[in-house]
């Protein structure tokens, strides 16, 4: 799927809906659309990450462990079962943190809404990073086209090439957004860094990109990092 084509289906996904009104105020309390438990990186079990989604009252959440969806059915549980109870449950999304190289440049990319049936997506769900052909970005988000998801740029400002640079290659490919609001600073209470999150809203304003937040967190605390 070609830039212009990925632009015209966006603004049709369901989740562009949530991403259009993201700002720096949505995270750790409404938004969290980028977290990981124990079934990669993280500290926190499925069922802990869904318990704190409750209590904090996230309205959306997903659950982007690298390369691994692992997550996601205990998580869907807990949250129909607390539902069910007459608890307040967030959305939640499918997502799940890929590896990739972008403009020489190794990254991170958000695939987040996709479908229940993600064949395209298997490669890349195996616990490990793909090598050759299938780790190049625009193979990447292809995938994530495939399987009616979007493909964000993770953490833009976290990587050897500048975010300008990230962020024109990656419109280039046909990437639906970037990861907006983000604590670079890494703060046990998470915030948004000013100015360089500032920075990013615009260029992907000026680009008609959907712009996302999350924590990011890997540790104990949904509102950390």
Same mark, same amino acid.
């Given at each position: *799927?070609?830039?212009? =084509?990925?632009?015209? !289906? ?6 562009? #809906?949530?991403? #259009? ?12 659309? $980028? ?30 462990? $690298? ?15 607390? =539902? ?6 967030? #959305? ?9 190289? %972008?403009?020489?440049? %190794?990254?991170?990319? %958000? ?5 229940? !049936? ?7 769900? !195996? ?18 086209? =495939? ?38 600073? *890494? #703060? ?33 605390d949904l509102c950390g990092r």
């Amino acid at each position: *799927m070609g830039a212009a =084509a990925t632009l015209h !289906e966006r603004h049709k996904h369901p989740l562009a #809906q949530v991403l #259009q009104s993201v700002g720096p105020q949505c995270c750790p309390t409404r938004v969290n659309l $980028h977290c990981h438990t124990h079934c990669s990186d993280g500290s926190l079990s499925p069922q802990d990450l869904a318990h704190q989604a409750i209590t904090i009252g996230l309205e959306h959440l997903a659950v982007t462990d $690298h390369h691994s969806t692992a997550a996601h059915a205990p998580i869907a549980a807990e949250l129909a079962a607390r =539902a069910a109870k007459g608890n307040r449950v967030p #959305q939640f999304w499918r997502g799940v943190e890929i590896s990739a190289l %972008l403009d020489g440049c %190794l990254v991170h990319v %958000l695939a987040l809404g996709f479908g229940a !049936e993600h064949v395209s997506l298997s490669p890349y769900l !195996e616990g490990v990073s793909q090598v050759g052909p299938a780790l190049q970005a625009w193979v990447v988000v292809q995938a994530i086209h =495939a399987c009616g998801g979007l493909a964000l740029l993770a953490h833009p400002a976290r990587y050897r090439l500048p975010h300008q640079r990230l962020i024109a290659a990656a419109a280039e490919l046909g990437f639906d957004g970037a990861e907006t609001w983000y604590d670079y600073s *890494m #703060q046990p209470l998470w915030s948004p860094t000013p100015v360089v999150c500032d920075a990013i809203s615009r260029d992907l304003t000026k680009r008609g990109l959907l712009q996302s937040c999350g924590t990011d967190t890997h540790g104990h605390d949904l509102c950390g990092r």
